[in-house]
């Protein structure tokens, strides 16, 4: 079955840095682009990033511009999520997606 397992989240500093990872199984993922969503207690949930399927063409929401970097290993079927520079508003739980699946998400705290 369709399976999309988010990892690397966790406790962080302002400024410091994590990677998520987004592995995909059960379904031909070169063929899909995959979007970073997240979701802040009591906010809605929003786009933070997407990729195409061949990975040439990447977007991103305006307040992770030059901070975040979306990445995907179509032979590993996994995107990544590089995140830099973090701020107490990137606390959120975050989603990776494909096509109509989400995966579980993994939480991300940014705190003094």
């Known amino acids: 079955q369709v399976q999309l397992v988010e990892s690397g989240g966790g406790l962080v500093q302002p400024g410091g840095s994590l990677r998520l990872s987004c592995a995909a199984s059960?379904?031909?993922?070169?063929?899909?682009?995959v979007n970073w969503f997240r979701q802040a207690p009591g906010k809605e949930r929003e786009l933070v990033a997407r990729?195409?399927?061949?990975?040439?063409?990447?977007n991103y929401a305006e307040s992770v511009k030059g901070r975040f970097t979306i990445s995907r290993d179509n032979a590993k079927t996994t995107v990544y999520l590089q995140m830099t520079g973090l701020r107490l508003e990137d606390t959120a739980v975050y989603y990776c997606?494909?096509?109509?699946?989400w995966g579980q998400g993994t939480q991300v705290t940014v705190s003094s």
């Open positions: 997606k494909a096509d109509v699946y």
């Open positions: 059960g379904f031909t993922f070169s063929n899909y682009a």
């Open positions: 990729i195409s399927s061949a990975g040439g063409i990447t």
